[in-house]
């Protein structure tokens, strides 16, 4: 027996201290719920419950931002809602203001609320907040694109083709056969070369248009006197009917160009040519040589020599032949049309050789308003086709959706607002985002900071292209809407199952920790009774020493 260490004793107090730290740990987990107390009770489980904690706080802090985005997007609807509300108004004043019993004042006054409203909706882009930030961007870049291509356009689809269209088929009695026209402005030669030109594509016809000779006045008849846009145009369009109704193939040049002068007249070019005499030209035009203005001149003689034979509508005798017999060229068709009194096309010019002078210069009115069109007042008795009325402003069709003849491909207009991009962070990695756009929203950026409603067809045009870029801001922002509603669904079923999945490895389980903190106790109440029995094994060695 020895009384200098006391195994036993140390045994105990070895267990007693086990027990006692066992129950601290117990304890703790029961009353924080958390098995994970720190990294030394489960290093590997507190790195990865770790990682789940930062996810489940990143994933909420991301609801929030997406609710708030939602909140911005309901904001952004209400006001295009309101912009929508005052285009719908602008557009039923454009309808009202192509009344032709309206008159100038009233078209003003139809101006001065169309300006309120331009005000207003300029308002509302600018003033639309959310959280002290502007929602739409402030740019004025506008949809219209550039102001001449646009111009041409707005001329193209308010009346020019059309009015072009309604007098080829009324003085020619031609129509186009529904094939495609594609309309070109990325053709150029510089100005004052080629104007325009028309030729055959695969399906159809293409007219291209020079813009260094286009989109230089903002009129109803673009350009500049008197070679109006309006007329150039009427000019192409009767190459693109005839393509697609006669044999181009069998007519010669002066003919092919001459007709299509005479649907616009060309007085003012003749005037010019013959100012020194008019033989030249006549002899030149009956030898085969071409000129505007010659070919004109025959084309003019021949309409006056068809209506003296007793052909009904003149020239328009000509080409009704030539479209309802594809196969005959021009001497067949005139051989026909005049009962003989032309055998062929050389029979004619060898007539305008003899009197194309006279005709010219005694039967021609060169010096008055008339432009000398078919239909008008020199060549046909009607009313007076001066340069500006010689095209009308309308025409039957809305040349914007097609032609009755044609069905016409535009180009796009090229235009484009400026954009306020806002990214939202709809998870917890990095890389979560998803990114708004809102389009600037005012009169400019919308292509309305000129509108005019004197001018009611090219309005209707450009109040029609903001609403559909409106609409179309609109579905960008429900279809954001509705993705940020898909995110937080996602998010939220994401953080369920990742707090469940966090649970499981930090989470206490009561029902062991219970049992296990009953056996410490139990354990600890018995390394007390036996450490104390073992404390009192020394005092034996005073029994032996007595």
Known sequence: MSI????????????LDTHVKDQAKLISRLTTGVRIGSAADDPAGQAIASRMSSGLRGISQAIRSINDASSMLQVADSAMASVTDSLQRLREMAVAAGNGSYGDGDRDSLQKEAGQLLHHITQVGEQTRFNGEAVFAQETASIGGEAKRRAVLDGLKSGWLSAAEDMIKKYYGLEGDGAKMIVNLETSDGPSTVLASVGPVAGGVQMNIDMADFGTAATPDGGTAFLYSDRIVAHEMTHAVMFRSVNMGGLPKWFIEGTAELIQGADERLAGAAAGGSAALVTDTANGVFSYEGSYAASRYLHARMKELGV???????????????????????????????????????????????????????????????????????????????????????????????????????????TRKVQVQV?????????????????????????????????????????????????????????????????????????????????VDYATSAAGLTRAQILQQAASAMLAQANTQPRAVLTLLR
Not at 4 to 15: E, P, V
């Open 4 to 15: 200098n260490s006391n195994s036993l004793s140390l045994n105990a107090q070895r267990s």
């Open 312 to 418: 009904e509508g003149g020239i328009k005798g000509v080409m009704q032949h030539l479209t309802t017999h594809r196969s005959d060229n021009l001497s067949q068709a005139l051989a026909t049309v005049s009962r003989g009194e032309y055998a062929d096309e050389a029979a004619f010019l060898a007539d305008f050789r003899a009197n194309g002078e006279d005709f010219i210069d005694n039967k021609m009115n060169l010096a008055n308003a008339d432009t000398g069109a078919i239909g008008g007042l020199d060549a046909d008795g009607g009313p007076v086709f001066d340069a500006r009325k010689v095209v009308a402003d309308a025409g039957t069709n809305n040349a914007s959706d097609g032609l009755s003849g044609f069905a016409v491909e535009y180009p796009e207009l090229g235009g484009a607002t400026g």
């Open 427 to 507: 998870g917890d990695g990095a890389g979560d985002l998803i990114e708004l756009q809102f389009s600037s929203m005012n009169a400019s950026a919308l292509g309305l900071a000129d509108l005019d409603m004197r001018r009611s067809s090219v309005a209707l045009l450009h109040i029609d292209q903001a609403l559909e870029f409106v609409n179309q801001q609109r579905v960008a922002a429900g279809a954001s809407s509705n993705r940020l509603d898909m995110a937080v669904n996602a998010l939220q079923t994401n953080s369920q199952n990742l707090a469940t999945a966090r649970e499981r490895i930090e989470g």
